[in-house]
């Protein structure tokens, strides 16, 4: 079912499996024989959400390499090509982290956190505050299985469970949140899956939350003019078809907001950041993970990060 402006979701649904699929994506990724990524929460959090094709995916028993081999031999899905790209996208996150850690800041924001567990497997600063931003069920669900599993967040965590689309920097006050002071803000995964101006409010609004020594690592999704966009997503509907076969039925070219958007490296550098773009190429091969093709997957993303 194509989004709309008040859709709703779960992990197991909609863009909420997204969420689900990287977590996957991680999973694969840390089993790597020179792995990039080490996250041993993944594969646990992914059992938990039930979702049987990820699960099997996660847990080693359906291999990236079956998805990737279709009948005429070609590969429909890329799963080891999607992996690597998770595994670089999530190394540019952690790295970004770390260097906002070195540099003194002690106040860190995850939007749209979905699964990830950063709060609970990097190695943080005792005086360290991360705050978590997603639905309420999402935040319920991830806290309430690592706790089943024993496991505590390495900072101090406060998770903030309000949806985007409402009063957010609201919310995040009420949890403790101080504007006045530096932060670490990162957007993982999101921009393609808002509409290209609540992209741009959601820029705006950081940057109106960030004292001067803030960070922002996001990536910049491509536009997309209207000519290309049949194009674009039918070719997202042919990727998954592998994975129908394999029991999971859902159509992600329905889930993204494509039309034109606004560059992020330059939009940020109008809104007084300072900013470096890293394309998905450069990234991957910094990791030591092959380049994509021209034109395949995620070659056109952008890794942005910018410093107010």
Known sequence: MARTENDTWDLASSVGATATMVAAARAV???????????PYAEPLVRAVGVDFFTRLA????????????ADGESPVGMSRFADGMAARTRFFDDFFADAVGAGIRQAVILASGL???????????????YEIDQPEVIEFKATTLAGLGVAPSAKLDTVAVDLRNDWPAALADAGFDAAAPTAWIAEGLLGYLPP?????????????????SRLAVESVP??????????????????DRWRNEGFDLDFSELVFLGERADVTEYLRGQNWTVQATPTNDLLVRYGLDPLEDGEGFAEVVYVSATR
Do not use: C, F
């Open 29 to 39: 990724a840390s089993r790597a024989d020179h792995p990039v990524i080490n996250d």
């Open 59 to 70: 847990s080693g028993e359906l291999t990236a390499a079956d998805l990737d081999s279709g």
């Open 116 to 130: 990830d567990a950063r709060a609970y497997r990097l190695a943080w600063p005792q005086d360290m505050t991360v």
């Open 197 to 213: 101006d609540a992209q741009d409010r959601l820029l705006d609004t950081i940057g109106s939350l960030s004292a001067p020594g």
């Open 223 to 240: 536009s997309h003019h209207e000519a290309d966009q049949d194009e674009l997503r039918e070719k997202m509907k042919e990727s998954t």
